[in-house]
């Protein structure tokens, strides 16, 4: 949470500031700010809160002086209501002449404020973050050395912090430091840029350096150095960015979401890309860190995820257990790193997370490598921290997704589990040569299918729209249907502030069945009539078990299966394929149809209320 971003170089800085806000504006949205020094009239500091529109509004009214340094940051609020004076940045100093921002929290911030207060300091805010100005502050008068001064104060800071200074009598000079909290350095000719993820300056430089845990940045328009808390030099690893500029941007669409559902097709293609040969075998070459005889004496998975990207990981486990016969459990990461999990170093975790910065996924993934246990990474962004901190990455290749509700990296991270299911089951020899194969092959043929899917919603569509009114949305789903089930009912949550749930469709008799009524709308993903295993006549009786109480159906089903529409208001059919790859197709109806309802209702798609996209608060 949060959106961190600094310049030093010869551009105008508040136009690199505001366009870097702007596409970290996803990290948070409650406030924004920018401080810059001018080399007239020192440190001016505007801030505002709401979105970063109102900022760039005031701005417009009142100019901010040429400069060529400066700090900007866009706001998910911890401490104190998203008002303007909560809003970052925060000053320190008895004469205001350093700015600071923030993002993460301070843990000890109370004591700290006593501290400060007993020397009679005041304080402008409710935030935690204030404190650490007025200590950065206080130490820079006592030595005139800002780095030494910095350092001093973040050893004394406990929590997770991303911390960007600048001082008035040090104009060519920002400080970072980073403990727990994304920071990312971008490397110009003659400028430097630093933010909370590459996205704050790609449009300007693809060099890039990802920060490390406990590390300090001295930045200057001509040199970057990096140093640990305790003053070690770093020589940090750069890295080009594959991310293009205008791939972060809306393009003509009515929203990122928009954008990002139609991105689905590329972002599956991307991820299989040069990982399935022409045998149709899975080639996995970044998990080298992970050798054959590790895998093949791998007792147990551990999938270690959160939110949109837990649902994931739930389909990775039927295809990992069916396919490469190791035993699976998914766990919510949150839950994971406090309740005392037995690990081996033969249980493998696999940590699946798009920003690669979500806290409580590396806080499960940090405990799990303390109790000795491997590794494994599905993400999505280069040089997050949690790529930096895995033994081994399998990187989708979604591009950004900037809408808060995650859609194209969903169907990226799906991808990254077949392959890493029919990686394990090649190594681990538990399928025939030419069922792997097979389901190689037929994966290259999904993100055709995803296209299919996606010029045939004009009827997900008008049922978004005619049902925008809905009080509630539940949501049935078998066997790998029942992530699906669960991921559309998020979606419409946290999309059209709609109650909605997700079951699976045998446990419906076990109590939520009780919530159908007359006219209550249910979304049933029917499972494909030709599998050899199929649950879809099982289903067929759970339509008709609710429809027996009134419930109004809407049924995602296969091509080909007429029956379904017999028990059905609506049907959406979606292209055939294996029934363990429905899910890439079948999600995406449910994505549509929230950002319909969403849309109908007249609220903001890519920023809904109360969110961050990338959560890095425990
Ligand atoms: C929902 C959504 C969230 C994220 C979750 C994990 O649409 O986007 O549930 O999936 O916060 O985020 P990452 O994948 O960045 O760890």
Redesign the pocket.
């Known amino acids: 949470m949060c959106g961190i971003v600094g310049y030093v170089g010869p551009k105008s800085t508040v136009d690199v500031l505001i366009g870097g806000l702007r596409r970290l504006e996803y990290r948070g949205y409650d406030s924004a700010g920018v401080s810059i020094i001018s080399p007239l009239g020192g440190l001016e500091t505007r801030k505002k809160a709401g979105k970063l529109a109102n900022l760039e509004a005031s701005i417009t009214e009142h100019q901010l002086p040429i400069s060529h340094i400066g700090i900007g940051h866009t706001r998910w609020a911890t401490h104190g209501a998203p008002t303007d004076g909560n809003a970052h940045p925060h000053l320190g100093g008895e004469h205001q002449k350093l700015s600071l921002i923030h993002n993460g929290i301070i843990e000890n911030f109370a004591e700290l404020k006593a501290e400060l207060v007993a020397y009679g300091t005041k304080f402008a805010s409710e935030t935690d973050s204030e404190v650490a100005a007025h200590l950065i502050a206080r130490e820079f008068d006592a030595s005139g050395d800002l780095p030494t001064a910095f350092a001093t104060v973040v050893n004394r800071l406990h929590g997770a912090f991303t911390i960007l200074v600048i001082h008035e009598d040090q104009p060519d000079v920002v400080l970072a430091a980073r403990r727990n909290a994304p920071l990312v350095i971008g490397l110009g000719d003659g400028e430097n840029f630093l933010g909370s993820d590459v996205a704050a300056f790609v449009e300007h430089t693809k060099r890039a350096i990802s920060v490390g845990q406990d590390e300090i940045v001295i930045l200057r328009a001509d040199s970057v150095e990096v140093r640990t808390f305790d003053g070690k030099p770093v020589v940090s690893e750069e890295f080009t960015v594959d991310w293009d500029a205008s791939a972060a941007s809306k393009g003509g669409w009515s929203s990122f979401m928009a954008k990002e559902i139609a991105d689905q097709p590329q972002a599956v293609a991307d991820t299989l890309m040069g990982r399935i040969d022409s045998d149709g075998l899975v080639t996995l070459e970044e998990i080298d860190g992970l050798d054959e005889a590790a895998i093949r004496s791998l007792e147990r998975i551990i999938i270690v995820?959160?939110?949109?990207?837990s649902y994931a990981g739930d389909i990775a486990k039927y295809a990992i257990e069916k396919w490469a016969r190791v035993p699976v459990q998914v766990e919510l990461s949150h839950e994971f790193r406090y309740r005392d999990p037995i690990l081996t170093r033969n249980t493998l975790i696999v940590a699946?997370?798009?920003?690669g910065?979500?806290m409580d996924?590396l806080m499960a993934t940090r405990f799990a490598k303390d109790k000795g246990a491997r590794v494994l990474a599905i993400c999505n962004t280069q040089g997050a921290t949690l790529a930096r901190e895995s033994d081994a990455v399998i990187y989708t290749h979604a591009g950004p997704e900037v809408a808060?509700?995650?859609t194209k990296?969903l169907t990226a991270q799906m991808t990254a589990g077949y392959l890493l299911a029919l990686f394990l089951a090649q190594v681990r020899q538990t399928l025939p040569a030419i069922q792997l194969s097979a389901f190689g092959k037929e994966l290259l043929k999904m993100p055709a299918r995803v296209t299919r899917v996606l010029d045939n919603l004009d009827d997900v569509r008008a049922l978004g729209r005619e049902m925008s009114n809905a009080k509630s949305v539940l949501f049935l789903g078998r066997n790998v249907g029942f992530p699906v089930a669960m991921e559309g009912a998020?979606?419409l949550k946290?999309l059209a502030y709609i109650h909605a749930e997700g079951f699976a469709a045998g446990e419906l008799k076990h109590g939520p069945i009780a919530l159908i009524e007359e006219g209550q709308p249910v979304i049933v993903l029917v499972p494909s009539p030709r599998d050899a295993e199929t649950l879809q006549p099982k289903v067929i009786s759970n339509i008709q078990e609710i429809r027996a109480r009134g419930a109004k159906v809407i049924a995602i089903a296969e091509e080909g299966d007429t029956a379904v529409s017999d028990y059905a208001e609506h049907v959406i059919y979606i292209p055939q394929s294996a029934s363990m790859f429905a899910p890439i197709l079948s999600v995406i109806p449910l994505q549509v149809f929230a950002l319909e309802l969403s849309t109908a209702k007249g609220l903001d798609v890519d920023q809904p209320r109360n969110l961050a996209?990338?959560?890095t608060v425990e």
């Open positions: 995820a959160c939110g949109t990207a699946i997370s798009q920003s910065e979500t996924t808060v509700a995650s990296a998020l979606k946290e996209k990338s959560v």
